[in-house]
């Protein structure tokens, strides 16, 4: 943990790392180059991370984000969520004569490469993840012959396989590691010759925001994550930081949703963001904050972040004259 000032009266405990990883940070950017290279509109299939404002700032530029890649007219550029996406989503988008642009994050692909090899092995493959989160449902197209699903602890008991030898667990990359564990402990109760992946699927920027949750955890009165509600990891530090034995924590998109009632009694308010959180989402509720006297600002460092992804090769190339040229090779063959 490190001190940046010395504390008096009302303090706030800010985490570090918070806000964007590397792969949400490629992502908003690559819709952004996109928009500036070929024009709006640029279509994006769900929401190109979990957050509020980003989507509605997208929005303003010209992104449209659909839920179904049907939704896209003929001829147009989608672009795929750092999510991620199945493989029949790819044949959709061809079919439909769609230019694409793969903004899945690298570490995703990392685990629906692992789930395609792993199958043509002919493992069972137990992906531990929450039902209906996209990048379960991505991951899980990669090979929905091979893979199943794993909610957490309880669904354990209910797993079953056809050859306890070759059994292989992944994991959703945005789950609590502590509960992730809890879960893999279960199944290799249940099948001691359980494999683990080559590397952790946990992504290291939703490892480094835990930790210094953690950190802040046992000192803070109050925490607020600043993230929104559709987001898998920072619905995690919320839970994080309950464990880590903070008395309340709160999960807000803006400032204006913190209940002041929150603040009764409180000297020590520790604030972070999820991964796909901007950082003048945290600046406006440190201001919030710092007018209801909560000026000392301490910084809880948990790791240094270094990493940068390098945009999707996509955008190296004209989409619209591949687009341009999709549709008219239907109409060739009309």
Not at 125 to 144: C, K, R, Y
Not at 247 to 270: K, M, N, Q
Request: glycine share 6%; net charge negative; proline share 4%.
């Amino acid at each position: 943990m490190v001190r940046m000032t010395a504390s008096t009266g009302r303090r706030v405990l800010l985490a570090a790392p918070r806000g964007y990883c590397a792969g949400v940070d490629r992502a908003v950017i690559a819709v952004e180059k996109a928009l500036e290279q070929y024009g709006a509109p640029i279509y994006v299939r769900h929401e190109i991370v979990h957050n509020k404002y980003v989507v509605q700032t997208l929005e303003k530029k010209g992104a449209i984000f659909v839920e179904q890649t049907a939704e896209v007219p003929e001829g147009a550029i989608v672009m795929f969520s750092a999510h991620g996406v199945a493989p029949v989503v790819h044949e959709e988008a061809a079919q439909g004569k769609l230019a694409t642009i793969d903004a899945t994050c690298p570490l995703v692909t990392k685990v629906h490469k692992e789930a395609v090899r792993f199958a043509q092995e002919d493992f069972d493959i137990l992906l531990i993840g929450h039902e209906g989160h996209e990048e379960v449902i991505g991951t899980s197209g990669e090979a929905p012959d091979h893979i199943t699903l794993v909610d957490g602890p309880k669904d354990v008991e209910n797993v079953e396989v056809r050859d306890p030898s070759k059994v292989v667990w992944l994991s959703q990359t945005t789950l609590s590691v502590d509960e992730t564990m809890e879960t893999v402990d279960a199944l290799k109760e249940k099948f001691p010759q359980l494999i683990s992946p080559p590397s952790d699927d946990i992504c290291y920027a939703t490892q480094n925001r835990q930790l210094a949750v953690k950190q802040m955890g046992a000192e803070a009165d109050l925490v607020i994550v600043v993230g929104s509600r559709n987001s898998s990891n920072s619905k995690r530090l919320v839970e994080v930081a309950k464990l880590a034995g903070a008395r309340d924590a709160y999960l807000v998109d803006f400032a204006d949703e913190i209940d002041e009632a929150w603040l009764e009694g409180v000297t020590t308010v520790g604030v972070t963001s999820g991964a796909s959180v901007p950082e003048v989402l945290v600046e406006q509720v440190l201001d919030f904050l710092s007018t209801r006297g909560f000026e000392d600002v301490e910084i809880v460092k948990a790791a240094d972040e270094s990493i940068i992804f390098s945009l999707p090769k996509e955008l190296r190339r004209d989409l619209r004259e591949e687009a341009a040229a999709l549709v008219a090779e239907r109409t060739t063959e009309k």
